[in-house]
T-cell receptor, first 115, second 113 residues
């Protein structure tokens, strides 16, 4: 358990609207990640952050934005530029350690749908 | 780009049988390989992982093997039970820092009583 809380559990977006998904952690881990999961598919990386005030684009960053103003918080905004936002969004963190050797632990996810 | 291929995409077994899921990775610098289990509508949960300095790791009914030369790793579940039914994802670490993972597309395992 990575001590991650995602909210809300379900979210609906109207056309042309921006929505923000919350991700909070209570384990003081530096690294945090956002993934998108479509039905029957694996996880694709949207954004990731190693430290406060720093974040990097993942494989599918277009139409999304993030911020990392506090270590415990890594919110994801799905902008109106994301034309197909319906998906299950998962936030994860990982503890410090040797590079490439630490597990990621996931929150319970937010399911986003278009109205 | 780097990728992880996972097979099969679906697997159906009888309770008590063994199940094997195989993954192949492309990044020769990958050195960490976790496996996740995801039940319907829930978050992926880490079930076992292996690092590149180890060839095999076992935890009760679950084992993972790694062949670095061939760049593939496998999940083995013995004495399967209906509660093992879920989607299983393999993943491999990527070079370049940040502890990034790349995931396979998943295997839907159904264990029939």
């Amino acid at each position: 358990d990575g001590g991650i809380t995602q909210s809300p559990k379900y979210l609906f977006r109207k056309e042309g609207q921006n929505v923000t998904l919350s991700c909070e952690q209570n384990l003081n881990h530096d690294a945090m990640y956002w993934y998108r999961q479509d039905p029957g598919q694996g996880l694709r990386l949207i954004y990731y952050s190693q430290i406060v005030n720093d974040f990097q684009k993942g494989d599918i960053a277009e139409g999304y934005s993030v911020s990392r103003e506090k270590k415990e918080s890594f919110p994801l905004t799905v902008t109106s530029a994301q034309k197909n936002p319906t998906a299950f969004y998962l936030c994860a963190n990982s503890p410090p350690g040797l590079r490439g050797n630490q597990p990621q632990h996931f929150g319970d996810g937010t399911r986003l749908s278009i109205l | 780009g780097e990728n992880v291929e996972q097979h099969p995409s679906t697997l159906s077994v009888q309770e008590g049988d063994s199940a094997v899921i195989k993954c192949t990775y492309s990044d020769s610098a990958s050195n960490y390989f976790p496996w996740y289990k995801q039940e319907l509508g829930k978050r992926p949960q880490l079930i076992i992982d292996i690092r590149s300095n180890v060839g095999e790791k076992k935890d009760q009914r679950i084992a993972v093997t790694l062949n670095k030369t061939a760049k593939h790793f496998s999940l083995h579940i013995t004495e399967t039970q209906p509660e093992d039914s879920a989607v299983y994802f393999c993943a491999a670490s990527l070079s370049g820092g940040y502890n990034k993972l790349i995931f396979g597309a998943g295997t839907r395992l159904a264990v029939h009583p």
